[in-house]
Each structure stands twice: as C-alpha cells, then as structure tokens.
C-alpha cells in the first residue's frame, strides 16, 4: 500500500470514528434532550397517544379524556367538568397551546410517562404505564361558594384551613373554560384568539399570580410588628398618633376615610375597628422600616419561591424607603404588594395562633391503583408571631366584625375575625379603588376553622359604594359558611 492510499485510509477511518462519537453522543448524552423538547412532535404524540390521569376534588375527577376521531395521530384531547369552576386549581392543558398550574406540573404522571409509575421492565422496554392521577385538597362547596358570590366581578379569593395549610378554595375572575382550548381544531383555536385578546387575561390565575397593593389589610402585619417589638404590650394601650399623622418630612396630612371616628391617640384595637390610617402611619415610622419589613417576611412576603406547589407571585415589602413611604407603607400602599393568597397566610398564621402552616392544595399523587408516590404532609409550619400577640389581634379582628368595618362578614354559631381593605388603583387614585378582606372563622360547636382572603379589582359598583365590607366581605363569609359545614 502506498502512502497516499494509507493516508487517505486513516482520513476515512477518522471520520468513520468521529460519526459514531457524535452519534454516540446525540443517542446518549442529547437524546434525552432532543426527546423532551416541546418542538418534538414525537413527545404530543406520546402524551395524548392515550387517556390522561385526572385531577381529583373532593373525591371527584373534575378531568377527563375523550377520544378525538379522525385521522388525528393525537388520539385523545383533555376534558374538563366544570371547566370554568375549576380552572383556578386545574389550570389547562392544550394539543397546541402546551399546559399551565397542575396540569404542567405533573404532567409526566398524568400522561404516564413519569418513571415513578413504571417498573424496571417497562422502563427498560419503553412501555406506556397507566397514568396516575393528583389528588388536591380543594373543597367543592368552598369553591362553588366563592365562585357563586364572586360572580362576574373581577377579583380572586383563597381559602385555607389555618391549622394544616390545605387550599380548601381558589376562585379567579374571569374565569374561562380550559376544555374550549384543550383541542386542536379551529374552535380551539378561535377561542384561544378570544381569550388571547382579552385585556383581563382569563387564564391568569389571580389568587397566586396577582400581586395588588393590600390596602388596610396590611395593617394587621404592622400591628403584630407593634406587640412584637415591644411597642405597645396590648392592643388596648392608647397610642400616641395625632389625627391626622404630619408625614414626616413632608407637608402633606395622613388623614383617615371618616373624619368623625375616634383615631386621635387610639388604641391599636379601635384603630383596627375603624381602620385608622394616622395610628398605623405613625407606628410604623416609629418601628422603622427595618422592624415592619422583618415581620412582613415572617409572614411571608418578599418570597420569590412560594409555591402551593404552582409558584405565586411575590407579595412585596419594600426597602430603601424614607419615613413618610415607611408610613404609607403601613397602610398598604406605596410600593407594598400582595396576592390574595399571601393575605389569608397572614389571617390563618393570627387564627392559628401564631403559627404559620405552610399552604399546599395537592394532597397526593398517585399511580392507577390509587397508591401514592408522592405525598405532602401538612406538618409543614413555622412560629410567626407569639401565641400571646396572635391571641391579641383576633380579639381585634372579632371587634372588626362585631361592630368594625366588616360586620358583612358576621356568621351565626361562629367567631369570625377579619379586616377590610380599600386601596387606591390608578395614578391619584383615578381608577376604582380594590376592595379587600382577610378574616378567619371557628365553628363555636365544632371547632372547625378557616381562613379567607378576597380581593375585588373591578366591579359593577359605584366608586362611593367600593369597600372591603361591601364588596369582599360577602364573598369570604359564604366561602367560610361553606368550609365550617360538616
């Protein structure tokens, strides 16, 4: 063999061996990649290529699967009970339009391919394993009864039980139906552009992905500060706070919405009673920044990683402020921020006695036999506030109530607690203001307990007639009517 036939052998033999190294690498190292890119028609074909496992609520699968005809490789198409009920928990998932909340979440074990549901044999042949469902801690009565009294009206509401943590309901307004878009035929389509195009954006869920000023609900948040640090050693101290509060360094008055309550010098209950924007501003400035901030994190704010387990959006306590921000902050406004589900937090963490149960709305999730690979317990918790300042403020969450801003939410054979909120929307509060409730209940006979939060962002109202008593409050008494039943 001459040299130029050796050399040209070599050159092919050091392709040949560098086309089975990078082949090599794509079966092995880029496979795994390349199969799970959501591009890959092969990977839509699998996951609809059977029926899905199904979402459970209160016992029930509120999904389900249908066959879609044709000559479609895309076998089966989701489908919903009560789509839009339930679309808050369930979120979608879509042939064309991907997945969102739980159905994304655990898609892998609704569509069978998650290797929690396969032996070793299946896994090592490929096999398609039967899909295993999840199992939320929802209540369909709670959900029905914030859905019922939420209505049209755009807005969100939370429920949780303060003692485990579970998610006993989460309504978002408007609502849409994720079965009109599960397909992938032109009315899956046409809808889509609709719900693409509409400016209230109907498949965002605003119970963990809209974060709103609080309004005066942060006050109870500003008001665990105050006993915490020693401020004041009850919520019957008198506190020292003209009406109305000079901002300091300005000369611009923090005035209350009424004129004529007792705000001057009030005590920490009373200025809970009538919401008392001069005695929080003034709290806060004294407290400082610094303090208001580290209790509103205990409480949960300014965590980017709170998930139920979809992530919510982060509720925000500002820093870097001066003191008249640090007072408004107070009255949750400024740049302070809040989902209704961070607002129930604070109001089950008070009714729980200070300790904070971490909220979750799986339960399990299970294979095709019903048994769990995967549980959430609901020992998750951690001590907030004192026992003893959890015990003051729902006595000043009950006089709220019983004879404060938010008799609305009053049920017979209950103790409830709770705190309206009204917050301005809107430069110089030109747009309809929010209205806002967080409140709690016990069952007097039973001892069942509940914690609701609610936030209307627009209504039919006037804007003389928006308030949290008004307009939220009803909506977070049916939600606890409805959780204290047996």
Known sequence: MNKTIRRASVFSLLLVLALLVRATWVQFYDGQALADNDKNRRKTIEQYGYPLGDIIVGGKAVTGSERTGGNSDLKYKRT???GSLYSAVTGFTSQVYGSTQLEALYQDVLDGTSTDLKNPVDTVTGKHAKPGDVVTTVDPAVQKAGARTLGDKKGAAVAIDPKTGKILGMVSSPSYDPSKVSGSGSSDAAEWKKLSDDEDVPTMNRALKQ?????STFKLVVAAAALENGLYSSVDDKTDSPNPYLL??????????SASAPCEDATIRTALQYSCNNVFGKLAVELGQDK??????KFGFNDAKQDVPVRAAKSLYPSDMDKAQTALSAIGQFDVTATPLQMAMVSATIANGGEQASPHMVSAVTNADGDAIKSFPDDDSKQVVSKSTASQLQSAMETVVTKGTGVNAQISGATVGGKTGTAQHGENNSQTPYAWFTSYAKDDATGKEVAVAVLVEQSDAARSEVSGNGLAAPVAKAMMKAALKD
């Open 248 to 257: 300091p360094g300005t000369h611009t008055y923090l005035k209350n919405e």
């Open 292 to 297: 208001v901030r580290a209790m509103a994190e």
């Open 211 to 215: 974060a709103l000023p609080p309004g």
């Open 80 to 82: 919903y009970t009560d």
